[in-house]
């Protein structure tokens, strides 16, 4: 079978484009999972689940709803490593590299790994880089970081080429769920040119316009949550 991380990899290579649903399993209703998945893009190369406080048993039961009706591969999306499920196909071993608190760069990490070492998840490490949203973040308030200011460009881009360093095999820019501002097409122009691993690029984008932007400007991956949970999302 092959690797996720060579499927997106391939793809990138091909110069195709990615795209995939963040699915909080706080706010997903499982029994209309299916209704849920028929109005997806056709497009939708991955599902991601996690939130920043869902249960083990929350997304257990999501994971497994999600899989009942489609064949895509199911990527674990962790706020802990209480999330984490041997129903999925994979998980997002993320790194918080944008803030300082050792717990998220390390710490939840150590903690996770009686759980992953004798599974079958594809462990896929993931500099994750909070940049600001324009509003405070799930993600901000649990890990008790800071997001980076979107005019910090060098910044950005410096810590995501240290995250390449350090062996990470994809950046993701997040702006948070729900965010008013999505990630700046300069930012992501710039980390694109700074670091030779797959880019993904999330939070507050909400119609097919801005999904296009975030491409033109080099992201490789782009992922879409509240807009899709809340059946917002804007087609051209």
């Known amino acids: 079978m092959t690797s996720i991380y060579s499927e997106i990899s391939a793809s990138i290579s091909r110069g195709e ?6 699915i909080d399993p706080e706010k997903f209703e499982n029994d209309k999972a299916e209704a849920f998945l028929k109005r997806m893009p056709k497009n939708v190369n991955y599902l991601l689940v996690g939130g920043s406080t869902a249960t083990a048993q929350q997304t257990g039961e999501t994971v497994k709803a999600l899989k009942r009706h489609s064949d895509l591969p199911v990527i674990l999306f962790p706020g802990s490593h209480e999330q984490i499920t041997e129903e999925a196909d994979g ?12 717990e998220y760069l390390i710490g939840q990490h ?14 896929l490490p993931t500099a994750y880089i909070l940049v600001d949203g324009g509003k405070e973040s799930a993600v ?9 200011a979107q005019c910090e460009l060098k910044l950005i881009s410096e ?3 240290a995250g390449e360093f350090s062996g990470k095999k994809l950046v993701y820019l997040e702006a948070g769920s729900g ?20 880019v993904m690029v999330g939070g507050g984008i909400r119609s097919a316009k801005q999904l296009q932007q975030a491409y033109d400007a080099g992201a490789d991956m782009v992922v879409i949550g509240t807009a899709f949970e809340d059946n917002t999302f804007v087609q051209l």
């Open 179 to 198: 965010a008013k501002k999505a990630v700046g097409s300069s930012i992501i122009s710039e980390v694109k040119s700074a670091v030779s691993i797959p």
């Open 140 to 148: 901000q308030r649990v890990s008790e970081t800071i997001p980076i």
């Open 17 to 22: 484009k990615l795209l995939c649903i963040l």
């Open 159 to 161: 810590t995501a080429l």
């Open 110 to 123: 150590i903690k996770s790994v009686p759980r992953l070492r004798f599974s079958n998840l594809e462990v």
């Open 91 to 102: 998980i997002l071993f993320l790194s918080l590299l944008s803030g300082r608190n050792p």
